[in-house]
């Protein structure tokens, strides 16, 4: 635990306090587990894209001071570690699934020892993208790019279902002399600013929800993007995936916490803005900011969570089919 979050803390835990009066959810129980009773541990994943991380660390807030769990976040470099590590067991949630396309060679290996709790965001995209001022419109417009580009297009970590994607979309058009760039995220998303300050052609492996389509003008290519092209598909959703024995191992309030708890456009983009301007603060302090700046989203969440927990049976998990942008 990071000492220098006690004052946050403090005033978190009388946020989410009168969130609990306001919604009459103080004092009351909930979970299920084995002889010992339900795990107060838990072990969290999550891989340096913003957008899961700086809602895992808002998780790991809401549960330590709420729900009186302790949570231990890991970063990882990669998504198929993430996947790995629940599966195993090492791990127990990891809240960054994008299915059934992004993520689904990872999901295939490793659904066995895997579930669905819920959705995280519902109806992503994905594409090459490229800031409005540049004048191409169509991925087979690239090869003219190819020299003002140095051949390259700005992909993420090593290993990355994206930059795989990407390299097929080159493929499946016949443009040749490009390679995908594998970069950590901060450091393609700082080549893109990089551009954009000095108005320079880039073209990179973006996404949305991300931070970078509320700062910069940007575009997907077109015959690069969700919606068409089979490499990238149909809109997504984007789940939270745990182990098998998660439902039964931690208090029902806590998975139903969990279960529940989505974000929209309006509440991603204010918490990756505030984590990515957080300047001196940690990840831990810059969530539990956000919570103390949005006490009726809390508020919602929390109350989800008490209806589930008040309901009769297990909390059930999701099908592996699953999708809400697809029915």
């Not at 929209?264 to 956000?290: C, F, H, P, V």
Request: aromatic share 8%; hydrophobic share 35%.
């Amino acid at each position: 635990m990071n000492n220098s979050t006690t004052p946050f803390r403090s005033l978190l835990a009388v946020v989410v306090a009168v969130g609990l009066l306001a919604t009459g959810l103080a004092g009351c129980g909930g979970g299920s587990g084995g002889d010992d009773g339900p795990s107060r541990e838990m072990n969290m994943v999550t891989v340096n894209w913003i957008e899961g991380m700086a809602f895992t660390y808002l998780q790991e807030r809401l549960l330590e001071d709420s729900l009186d769990m302790e949570v231990d976040v890991r970063e990882v470099s990669g998504g198929g570690i993430a996947f790995k590590s629940v599966a195993s067991g090492d791990r127990d949630y990891f809240n960054e699934a994008w299915l059934p396309t992004t993520h689904q060679q990872p999901w295939d290996s490793t659904k066995a020892n895997a579930q669905k709790l819920g959705y995280t965001y519902k109806g992503t995209s994905v594409g090459l993208t490229v800031p409005a001022y540049m004048d191409i419109t169509s991925v087979t417009e690239l090869p003219k790019f190819r020299d003002q580009l140095n051949g390259e297009i700005n992909g993420i970590e090593s290993g990355a279902a994206v930059n795989d994607q990407t390299r097929q979309i080159l493929k499946n058009n016949n443009i040749e002399g490009f390679k995908v760039v594998a970069s950590s995220g901060p450091a393609t998303w700082q080549a893109l600013e990089n551009a954009i300050s000095n108005k320079e052609p880039i073209v990179v492996t973006g996404w949305y929800p991300h931070w970078k389509w509320g700062s910069y003008d940007l575009k997907y290519l077109e015959g690069a993007q969700t919606g068409q092209s089979p490499v990238f598909g149909e809109p997504e959703d984007i789940f939270k995936i745990v182990d098998n024995q998660f439902v039964d191992e931690f208090p029902k309030k806590v998975v139903c916490l969990l279960k529940h708890m989505e974000v929209n456009d309006q509440q991603i983009e204010s918490l990756m803005d505030t984590y990515r301007n957080r300047e001196g603060m940690s990840k831990e302090e810059a969530a539990a900011q956000w919570i103390q700046n949005h006490p009726e989203d809390v508020a919602q969440w929390m109350n989800q969570a008490e209806e589930c927990a008040a309901s009769e049976g297990p909390v059930e998990t999701l099908p592996d089919d699953a999708t809400f942008s697809r029915s």
